[in-house]
């Protein structure tokens, strides 16, 4: 299945449509929540589940009336900010619990927002219940794609990512056969034009000043290094069915055009609009409507000229790394994501230079046995294999 397919009826939607916010309280679940609130009319929150922060939880549980809510850490338990729930909110706890929220009766559409391994799990559960899926969680297809997009309905996969949203609008009545590739497009981060040896010295706090999107930190870091676009090239591959090696990756420094499609007879259309992650949230809720807009618009007369360049792959190694992995497939994508996390993560806490990422990500790649994609068993195994292996690059890299 490819969402080229049938579209979602209008007919089939549930008014309001039931959602369920799958990492509530991060940088997509809270902006989800601004959509919610102000299209409260068409839409009903019906599950909230978050990592930790139960206060966040609390406040938008009473807000929007919630009646499920799930918290991933079993430590936060007894937290007593729980206990100022709705009357009548269902609250568990664990990763398990956060899964069971995809497949509740009262649920239609399932925002994937939650960070890791977790996202596989409940993204699974979502399809398998046939619910609509709206992914922004890059380990679900990264990781899955191979054993998730087989399962999703027709018109049942409306992705929430900026570039993978505005593909999707760009194809919407387009017919597969009639795509010659995509340009999924790059803002380049903090470190643009700067060479492999200046990169060698950037700090964290530097990375994480991304020049127009504000995300979180493991995604901003992601951003920096260019890993995140080699991520969203190989989600492009299983969303859209395009070879990985069609898919080209161009920096558009200004962020306005979010990407582009470009068909057999030459003609290219592109989404433009401005850099408000609200937008392709709320026209993953409204699709196949178009609702008002949910921050200020463009006026395009006052603009500064649009720039368009190719990455620097041989400064920004992730990126090449990432495309590798996509092109030879099966369980090495797992395995890619799992080690960038690892080195994302160790190079936040000023464990490792920025550059040691690439070099852990290659690291386990190298030493992966790359298999077919047969279960989500199989993933969880890779995933911490290679999260082993990364943390083992890392320690021989301190001695």
Known sequence: MTIFEDTWARAERH?????????????????????????????????????????????AAREFGVPH?????????????????????EVDFGRDAVTRLASLPDVDC?????????????????????????????????????????????????????????????????RRSDVHCIWLTCSGGPFFGRSR???????AAEALAHPTWTMGPKITIDSASLMNKGLEVIEAHHLFDVPVDDINVLVHRQSRIHSAVEFADG???????PSDMRIPIQYALSYPERWESPCERVDYRGLAPMTFEAPDTEAFRCLALALEAGRVGGTLPCAM????????????????????????????????????VCSLEQISEVDGDARRRAQAALEGMRR
């Open 337 to 372: 994501n799992a080690a960038n996390e690892v080195a994302n993560a160790a190079f936040r806490a000023g464990a490792c230079g920025f550059c040691d990422i690439d070099r852990v990500v290659e690291s386990v790649m190298d030493g992966t046995r790359v298999e077919p």
């Open 15 to 59: 008014r309001p449509l039931r959602v369920a916010i799958l990492g509530s309280s991060g940088s997509i679940g809270t902006q989800a929540l601004d959509v919610c609130r102000k299209h409260a009319d068409k839409l009903k929150v019906t599950a909230l589940a978050v990592n930790s922060s139960c206060e966040r939880l609390v406040a």
């Open 267 to 273: 003609s290219v259309k592109a989404q433009l609009g």
């Open 110 to 174: 399932v925002l994937v927002a939650v960070v890791g391994e977790a996202g596989i799990w409940a993204s699974y559960e979502a399809l398998l219940a046939g619910k609509v899926w709206a992914p922004a969680n890059k380990e679900a297809l990264v990781a899955g794609g191979d054993l998730l997009m087989p399962m999703a309905r027709p018109g049942r996969v409306l992705p929430v990512d900026s570039e993978h949203n505005a593909i999707f609008q760009c194809l919407v009545g387009e």
């Open 197 to 203: 040896d200046e990169l060698e010295r950037v700090t």
């Open 69 to 89: 809510v799930a918290v991933a850490d079993e430590a936060r338990r007894g937290d007593l900010a729980l206990s100022e729930l709705p009357e009548g909110c």
